[in-house]
């Protein structure tokens, strides 16, 4: 089992950042993978981006460049900073952990205003 708890979602401005914590119940160098999807209202849960316990990165077309993903092992702890946010980032964004099976935290909402 894993626990997963986010956090440092919130309201910003257009070109604003935040950055969005995911800290894990087990060491997270255990975990194969670790990432974020988010959903917007009506809108079906879309993919943002990867770190795989060996450090690859991936992300989404519409994240690329602005966002960015990366680890603190020591605080098993994931961060997804997000820059130069758009109002279409405006999400509810969930932390997810690939271990035995994929867990999810709760998620955290993410408001870009115009």
């Known amino acids: 089992q894993v626990q997963l708890v986010e956090s440092g979602g919130g309201l910003v401005q257009t070109g604003g950042s935040l950055r969005l914590s995911c800290a894990a119940s087990?060491?997270?160098?255990?975990?194969?993978?670790m990432g974020w999807y988010r959903q917007a209202p009506g809108k079906q849960r879309e993919y943002v981006a990867q770190?795989?316990?060996?450090?690859?990165?991936d992300y989404a077309n519409s994240v690329k460049g602005r966002f960015t993903i990366s680890r603190d092992n020591a605080k098993n702890t994931v961060y997804l900073q997000m820059n130069t946010l758009k109002p279409d980032d405006t999400a509810v964004y969930y932390c997810?952990?690939?271990?035995?099976?994929?867990?999810w935290g709760q998620g955290t909402q993410v408001t870009v205003s115009s």
């Open positions: 087990r060491i997270i160098f255990s975990i194969n993978a």
């Open positions: 770190i795989t316990n060996g450090g690859s990165t």
């Open positions: 997810y952990a690939d271990f035995t099976v994929r867990f």
